[in-house]
């Protein structure tokens, strides 16, 4: 298996609503990591996880908050969120943090209405 | 941080035309991501290239690392290959930085 997998692919939420946004992969990879994409902007690092530990958090509104229950699920829980965070989520995976071979899921398309 | 810059920012080809995509990057790094954006989102990986040179297909890549920069080459292009071309890189330790990307658009 050399996929990313992210669900939903689509997502339609309110502001006062709690979702989240799922990723998994089973290529043995020990570092995945959320990324933003607003419409014709490259991704945004969002958060990294390492070995399952939370490495980097990019200054990131705490109406995201991730969470890696295991080396092969990455989730990313939306709490109160702003119109302006309507967006395309990324997930990806790589070996190992600041390694090479990153894979990167079809993302999750938010809109925040 | 590490910078990275791509060239040209926008790029209208006829179907059979050559063309070149460069990416600088400011510092040494462990690895370079050139990845195709579909029109749906989906982030294509097509080379790990942190240095050399690498051919598929009609694509290929050269990276000269001394110099900080990467050449992506698409030859006889197709409108399948329209899009958005990511430039992307990481050093030990960090996580993959984009460029801000060239728009391709390929007609018949």
């Known amino acids: 298996d050399t996929e990313v997998t992210q669900t939903p692919k689509h997502l339609v939420m309110g502001m006062t609503n709690k979702k989240s946004l799922k990723c998994e992969q089973h290529?043995?990879?020990?570092?995945m990591y959320w990324y933003k994409q607003k419409a014709k902007k490259p991704p945004e690092l969002m958060f990294v996880y390492s070995y399952e530990k939370l490495s980097i958090n990019e200054s990131v509104p705490s109406r995201f908050s991730p969470e890696c229950p295991n080396s092969s699920l990455l989730n990313l829980h939306l709490h109160a969120l702003q119109p302006e965070d309507s967006a395309l989520y990324l997930c990806a995976s790589s070996p190992g943090l600041g390694g090479y071979g990153y894979t990167f899921g079809s993302g999750t398309r938010l809109t925040v209405v | 941080g590490i910078q990275v810059e791509q060239s040209p920012p926008d790029l209208i080809l006829q179907e059979g035309a050559n063309s070149t995509l460069r990416c600088n990057f400011s510092d040494s790094v462990n690895n370079l991501q050139w990845f195709h954006q579909n029109p749906w989102g989906q982030l294509i990986n097509l080379f790990y290239i942190p240095s050399g040179t690498k051919q598929n297909g009609r694509l290929s890549a050269t990276t000269v690392a001394t110099e900080r920069y990467s050449l992506l080459y698409i030859s006889s292009s197709q409108t399948t290959d329209s899009g958005v071309y990511f430039c992307a890189v990481n050093q030990a330790g960090t996580a993959l930085i984009f460029g801000k990307g060239t728009t391709l658009s390929v007609s018949s």
């Open positions: 290529m043995g990879h020990r570092a």
